[in-house]
């Protein structure tokens, strides 16, 4: 019987001190409109004018990590809101969901993330909970912003919307 108590104590500390994840806000975007050359491509024109407006839309959400593929096009991306913020961007490895979603559980503050049009919706549909997948963005999808919003109770939910309704 003693050793049950001593067990369920133990159970009870573990559990009551387990650290709890931080309420914030995680943007994931896929890259801006890219030209349409070579295997690295630089954005676009309007790829470009996407990054500052995305920037700007970014200004009051009180960013504290950006994360990004390591191409151009997703690091030109996010440029503006990483120097708008004054921080530096951090690569992350688009076939490894797993160690991102790991790494933004555990940081705190608001992130955003950059991927690509069949990476972006892997990502958010760990967040989605028992709500529907999000599916994989067409070829000419580059207006949605996803808004990750994680609640201190580990639990969390998706929104998509459009960079006009920001």
């Known amino acids: 019987m003693r050793k049950i108590i001593l067990v369920f104590v133990a159970f009870l500390f573990f559990f009551s001190c387990a650290p709890k994840q931080e309420a914030k806000t995680i943007y994931v975007v ?9 295997d ?4 676009s024109v309007a790829g470009n004018a996407r990054s500052v407006k995305l920037g700007q839309l ?8 950006v994360f ?3 191409t151009k096009r997703t690091y030109a991306t996010v440029r503006h809101v990483a120097a708008n913020s004054g921080i530096s961007i951090e690569d992350y490895d688009p076939k490894d969901h797993d160690a991102l979603v790991k790494e933004l559980r555990k940081r705190k503050g608001n992130a955003l993330v950059v991927g690509h049009s069949n990476t972006v919706h892997h990502l ?3 967040f989605v909970g028992n709500e529907d997948k999000y599916e994989e963005l067409e070829d000419i999808e580059y207006n949605f912003i996803f808004m990750v919003e994680m609640a201190s109770d580990g639990s969390s939910k998706v929104k998509r919307k459009t ?4």
């Not at 896929?30 to 070579?38: F, N, S």
């Not at 970014?58 to 990590?65: A, G, Q, R, T, V």
């Not at 960079?163 to 920001?166: I, V």
């Open 40 to 43: 690295d491509p630089e954005l």
């Open 68 to 70: 990004s593929t390591p």
């Open 124 to 126: 958010v549909n760990y």
């Open 30 to 38: 896929r890259h801006a409109e890219k030209q349409l050359v070579g």
């Open 58 to 65: 970014m200004e009051d959400k009180e960013i504290e990590h």
């Open 163 to 166: 960079f006009g309704e920001f």
